[in-house]
């Protein structure tokens, strides 16, 4: 079947800069997107989600971004902060279907 | 509220054993999904419950694993008998009807080892 994959497996950033998450999708009928954070020894906490009649999705320091031309999915973090380390899941989601995650990506906040 | 309630958030066993899984979904929330997480598969939906009934239990590996929600605040999931393979993190999540697809409240997870 089909599933949603990550570029990146481990992303280390500086303290103080952005951070772009990437996340490729090969399900052309998912029309629902959503990012979770999975912290250490804690379940995935949703972030972020974006409907595919949009491109971008504003939240707190966040923003979603959807190109379904090639069916990619990023999240920027802004002015990243030792809190965002975390593992990084997207989600997709097509119509009346459950979510299905992708592998995750690690992100490391070197201070 | 107190969130998805997982309980035990560690077990040990051995092969052969039977583990039952524990699970409180957040009060009022229709839908219960139970995952699994491991390194080398991320997470899988195993089954999930609409109104305490099961709606998808494609995802369960095979027929030592079931799952069950007696009522709206409680559901299990059992392995019987347990195999080393079955080690892994087993999450427990919740979410409204009218947001059954998006917005799903996960649990601490349940960090299982079989030995």
């Known amino acids: 079947g089909e599933s949603v994959g990550l570029h990146l497996p481990t992303l280390s950033v500086q303290e103080g800069d952005n951070s772009i998450i990437n996340c490729a999708y090969s399900n052309s009928a998912s029309d629902y997107f959503i990012w979770y954070k999975q912290e250490s020894g804690k379940g995935p906490q949703f972030i972020i989600d974006i409907r595919s009649n949009m491109d971008k999705r504003q939240g707190q320091r966040v923003t979603v971004l959807l190109n379904k031309t090639v069916k990619h999915l990023s999240l920027q973090i802004a002015a990243t902060q030792p809190g965002d380390s975390a593992v990084y899941f997207c989600a997709e989601n097509a119509g009346n279907t459950p979510l299905v995650f992708g592998k995750g990506t690690r992100l490391s906040v070197i201070a | 509220d107190a969130g998805v309630i997982q309980s035990p958030r560690h077990e040990v066993t051995e092969m052969g054993q039977e583990v039952t899984l524990r699970c409180k979904p957040i009060s009022g929330h229709d839908y219960l999904f139970w995952y699994r997480q491991t390194m080398m598969r991320g997470l899988e939906l195993l089954i999930y419950f609409n109104n305490n009934v099961p709606i998808d239990d494609s995802g369960m590996p095979e027929d030592r694993f079931s799952a069950k929600m007696p009522n709206a605040s409680f559901s299990t999931l059992k392995i019987q008998p347990s195999e080393p393979r079955d080690s892994a993190v087993y999450f427990c999540?919740?979410?409204?009807?009218?947001?059954?697809?998006?917005?799903?409240?996960f649990g601490p997870g349940t960090r299982l080892l079989v030995l």
């Open positions: 999540a919740s979410s409204l009807m009218q947001a059954w697809r998006e917005t799903q409240y």
